[in-house]
């Protein structure tokens, strides 16, 4: 406790703020199948972000939790700076930022493919879903918590969700 006080541990989790209340958790990392990455933003990330581009941000966590079943979610940059945060969690932003670092390197390394979503177990019923996106300000990071790991289908609908957040609704109508 007095550690804590004092800034040399973090604090402890606390329920409801979307964090595991159980010590030594560890988490399973796997990979799903590849889809399609985002290009091209009109978003700046942390401290410049353009209204517009936030309202559709809000309005994306109503999406995620009525179309795909999500308890939660946040999007940061690649350097750990948040645009949007409902889950509350530096040690999940820690973690989706490193899932998403190693997929950057293993695109440089690879064919130049972005890689679809990531996850890892979190608690006994939390996924994170980690989806590494491309913005003309540069990557952005989002992370989601559902109950379970999304399915190649489900997965591709979150990133074409994110798209439309980033390059703002279709010309013309709706997707």
Request: aromatic share 4%; proline share 9%; glycine share 10%.
């Amino acid at each position: 406790d007095l550690a804590q006080r004092g800034g040399m541990l973090e604090p402890k989790p606390q329920p409801g703020r979307g964090e595991s209340m159980e010590p030594g958790l560890s988490a399973e990392l796997t990979q799903v199948s590849p889809v399609e990455a985002a290009v091209a933003s009109s978003a700046t990330p942390s401290k410049c972000v353009k209204a517009p581009f936030m309202t559709r941000l809000e309005a994306f966590g109503s999406w995620l939790r009525n179309t795909v079943g999500a308890r939660c979610f946040f999007v940061i940059d690649r350097a750990g700076g948040v645009l949007i945060d409902e889950v509350r969690s530096q040690k999940l932003h820690r973690m989706a930022l490193t899932l998403a670092q190693a997929s950057y390197s293993a695109v440089r390394e690879s064919s130049g493919e972005m890689p679809g979503n990531l996850h890892a177990k979190i608690g006994p019923d939390s996924v994170l879903e980690v989806v590494p996106v491309l913005s003309s300000s540069g990557p952005l990071i989002l992370g989601i918590v559902f109950p379970r790991s999304l399915d190649a289908s489900q997965a591709a609908l979150v990133v074409r969700g994110m798209q439309e957040v980033i390059h703002g609704p279709p010309a013309g109508g709706t997707p």
